[in-house]
């Protein structure tokens, strides 16, 4: 879209505190990566979870896992702990850094409970002892996907905008914002590479009844430049066009 043109906004406002206008939301199957070593386990696991709506990818290592991970970024991880080449922990905190919102429920061996507190210690969200009854797993990844597939969060190069968490994150690290900036950075990233207009931006972070001063738009777009620059300089770029609007670069 070029700088004048109309940014493409509904008429239609959604209810106070529902989705942002901007949101996208595209539908498709769920991914699951398998990290297990046992064959007969990643088989049973890969036969019971893979569906029309869920696709799996199964590693046998802590090296397939990682490369997995990197090729097709899953919306959820079943991760053994004992690996032949490392530690189900280390791959987690591996995997959380590049997808920090990544569900990982851990896959421990009976009993260990030094397992199971390295286990959530690596930042996994759920954990199931071995043996397991795959009925139970089955039913536990399923809530796990939706409350991942409710999310709309928004993705732009190393800045993600969690809008239900309210987080935003650059590179792994969390940003602090103040809520207008929270909110300013979401339509902006919702709406990446196109120009959003001034007054959309005023209606939609501020208030639908605004006819003021819009100095208050430009104070926040420079606090929310410098924190995003303090978490990583550079990596976010916010663009003014001047009397029209900003442009969150993608
Ligand atoms: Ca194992």
């Known amino acids: ?8 906004k509904s008429d239609a406002r959604p209810p106070a505190g529902g989705a942002s206008p901007y949101a996208r939301v595209v539908p498709r199957a769920a991914h699951i990566l398998i ?18 709506s869920i696709t799996v990818a199964w590693a046998r290592t802590a090296r397939e896992a990682r490369s997995s991970a990197r090729d097709e970024p899953p919306d ?5 702990l004992g690996l032949p080449d490392g530690d189900g922990a280390d791959v987690c905190r591996a995997l959380l850094a590049a997808q920090p919102s990544l569900p990982v429920i851990m896959l421990t061996a009976r009993n260990e409970e030094i397992d ?28 796990h996907l939706r409350r991942v597939s409710d999310d709309s969060r928004i993705v ?19 940003v602090e914002l103040r809520a ?6 979401e339509a902006l990233a919702a709406a990446a590479g196109t120009v ?23 104070v926040t777009v420079s606090s929310l430049r410098r924190k995003l620059d303090d978490a990583k300089p550079n990596a976010v770029l916010i663009t003014t066009l001047r009397g029209v609007g900003y442009r969150l670069e993608p």
Do not use: C
């Open 116 to 143: 199971v507190v390295i286990g959530l210690d690596s930042g996994a969200v759920d954990y199931v002892t071995k043996p397991f009854r795959l009925a139970e797993l089955s039913a536990r990844v399923r809530a």
């Open 156 to 174: 732009v190069g190393e800045l993600t905008v969690d809008g239900p968490a309210r987080r935003a994150m650059l590179a792994g690290v969390e």
């Open 180 to 185: 207008k900036e929270f909110d300013l950075l």
């Open 1 to 8: 879209m070029r700088a004048g043109q109309t940014h493409g």
């Open 35 to 52: 990290v297990e070593d046992d064959e007969g386990i990643g088989a049973n696991l890969q036969r019971a979870l893979a569906s029309g």
């Open 76 to 80: 959820l991880v079943l991760l053994d």
């Open 196 to 218: 959003v207009r001034r007054e959309d931006l005023m209606s939609d972070v501020w208030d639908e009844h605004w006819f003021g001063s819009t100095k208050t738009l430009d």
